[in-house]
């Protein structure tokens, strides 16, 4: 287990802050030792549920190009068909996965091949399983072209408490199966849009982790 880039520096800001907190209230209220011992649990516990969402555990590649795997550590809230009009332009089954801010929030590739498409959207905040969320909250579209010509679209979905999305990728790289491609802070969605005739493998409500739970099967 590893702690993820985008929180390393902020998480020695805390330190510094919350050291300097306890330090500074040693000097102000000597002898109030109850007090003292609350304001460092505080910290620490504080200082746990930060370090425990930029948490990065390592995984085993996945390699099979039959299978969707989920980009993402959290819940199944979305399986449905959908018109996907920002690029594909076609119905597809779409899943959802939600990212509460529990969950690691490492961004994995479903599948492996070259970005074929990608576009940065700026938009609301609205809470991550609101309908309209998947187009009108800040949000990234991804679309993989597979090796054999397939492709599927990935979508980073900005929720209300989530306010950054970072994306690693550009149009025309690579990305591989259970790699890391992006990163959301704070509780989120990701969209993954796959053809209709995909064997759908999850099922509402179940929790998935990032590039080992299987979401479907391509024909």
């Not at 040693?26 to 930060?50: C, R, W």
């Not at 990212?99 to 700026?122: A, C, D, L, Q, T």
């Amino acid at each position: 287990m590893t702690i993820h880039k985008e929180g390393r520096k902020l998480l020695f800001l805390m330190l510094v802050i919350l050291t300097a907190i306890n330090l500074a209230t040693h000097q102000l209220m000597p002898g109030q030792e109850t007090a003292l011992n609350l304001i460092l649990l505080g910290s620490i516990i504080i200082y746990l549920l930060v370090l425990q969402f930029f948490r990065n555990p390592t995984i085993a590649l996945p390699d099979d190009e039959s299978i969707v795997y989920a980009p993402a550590d959290g819940k199944v809230v979305v399986i449905e068909e959908s018109e996907e009009e920002e690029y594909l332009k076609k119905r597809c089954k779409q899943i959802s996965i939600f990212m509460s801010p529990i969950n690691v929030h490492v961004n994995r590739s479903p599948v492996s091949g070259f970005v074929e498409y990608f576009k940065y959207h700026p938009g609301k905040y609205l809470v991550a399983w609101h309908p309209k969320s998947s187009y009108e909250n800040e949000r990234t579209t991804m679309v993989i072209k597979q090796p054999n010509g397939g492709k599927l679209l990935v979508r980073q979905i900005a929720g209300a408490v989530a306010r950054r999305i970072k994306n690693y990728v550009k149009e025309g790289g690579p990305v591989i199966q259970g790699g890391e491609f992006g990163f959301i802070k704070f509780g989120s969605r990701v969209d993954v849009f796959v053809p209709l005739d995909a064997e759908i493998l999850v099922d509402i409500n179940q929790k998935t982790k990032g590039g080992i739970t299987p979401l479907a099967k391509l024909k």
